[in-house]
């Protein structure tokens, strides 16, 4: 195989990357291109739709109710584990990341959940026998931002957005070197790009001041 079929082997491979990389991303570049806007202008689009605060009392089920809070902070991760399932599993608190604190003098567990666009605290109360949720969600619009910068959304949405990165990463260096393997663009091409450096500098320099 010859230098000439090589550089054309690579080029098809090059451009199948750049078309593929493309298409996996197309839905992913978009939301992450509307909701850069949505967070760059938050006051001209300021929605409150689908806000909603809530607040119930549930009784613990019974193999929650416990007499004496555990003393060992390994037995109350568990139990704090125990609690997260429970709220999970009756579809009453669904989060990624939360903290709990114990306060055996009144005993009583303190769960903080958070998820993008809202948040819920649950007090449980063991002497009482019941669980005081207090949940608010602050809108689709907040949502979708948070999303984008990956605020307590989890591991699987964080590997998303590293994904969608490197895909779009591929696209963007297989697209410079096909606009390169094109003599009659490559001047356009480059002008372009040495517009988007200008542009980006000049921003960064008029930020300063």
Known sequence: MNSFQKNVIFAKLVRALHSYSSMLVLVLLLFFAITGLTLNHPDVLHS?????SERVILPLPEYLQLSLIPQSEEAQAELAHQFRQWLSTEDHVKASTYKYQFDIAE????????????????VVDFAAG????????????????ELH???NAGASWIFLIDATALACIVFALTGFYLLLKQPSRRPIGNSLAMLGIFLALFAYILSLH
Do not use: C, H, I, W
């Open 149 to 151: 910068k990956g605020r």
């Open 130 to 145: 019941q669980a005081d949720v207090d949940k608010e969600f602050s809108g689709y619009l907040t949502l979708l931002n």
């Open 107 to 122: 005993q009583l567990l303190e769960l903080d959940f958070k998820r993008p666009g809202g948040y819920a605290n649950v």
């Open 48 to 52: 409150k739709a689908g806000y909603v």
